[in-house]
């Protein structure tokens, strides 16, 4: 019982994080098209790219401490090799508040934020992911048809986000690593020391390494978003012109 219970460990906390993370980061990329795109008018890719990539930076800085909480939320009971990580698995949180209050109280209201370097550098993700979805949409809309199917939607937004995931994957494992407490032996614990350490213990394939449940999480997860994501804002979108009328 206990070890089924384990694979849900820190799963209310993820949701919680998920939606204030998704919905910050879609209420500013749509921000940003309203105010810099006339209406009417189709973004560009470059556009999408800039757009996504602001967005994702105004998510990482409001959100970090969540995802740092979320880390350590899920490590909690886990048996490491690493003298670092397994100090920090004594440490028990009972939840999101309760880790927010304790990391800020023990280790400093800047620990909160670790691991926000690569996170920056990582919101090329979800702008990379929106490039590539809007770039396929545009390709499969027609004049005639304006709206693609759900299936569409849906194939399309895995195809976005299995092409994000794998370019910056290595630096999703250096920023679960700092968020999770991790330094190299020698006491540092920037992205560069910790992807060159990776490398002379592992090799470059240690660089990709869980990337397949990594994808497997990731890409259903984007695929069913972008389908809900399509058909809230057709909805709101289609209130918001009878209202206007």
Known sequence: MVYRYSLYRGLLPVLSSLYCSNFLYFYTFNGLKAVFVGRGEASTSLQDLL?????????????TPLWVVNTRLKLQ??????K??????TIKYKGIIDGLQRICKEEGVMSLWSGTGPSLVLAGNPAIQF???????????????KTLKKRQYFAVGAIAKAVATILTYPLQVAQCKQRSGFKTPSG???????????VRDQGFKGLYKGLEAKLLQTVATAALMF???EKIAAFIFSLLRRTSR
């Open 51 to 63: 757009f996504g990539y602001l967005a994702g930076i105004v998510n990482v800085l409001m959100t």
């Open 77 to 82: 009971g886990a048996k490491f090799r690493t």
């Open 84 to 89: 670092e990580l397994e100090c920090s698995k």
């Open 131 to 145: 490039m590539v979805y809007e770039g396929i949409k545009k390709f499969l809309m027609t004049e005639d048809n």
């Open 188 to 198: 540092k614990a920037d992205i560069l020391s910790l992807l060159a350490r990776l």
């Open 227 to 229: 389908v809900a994501y």
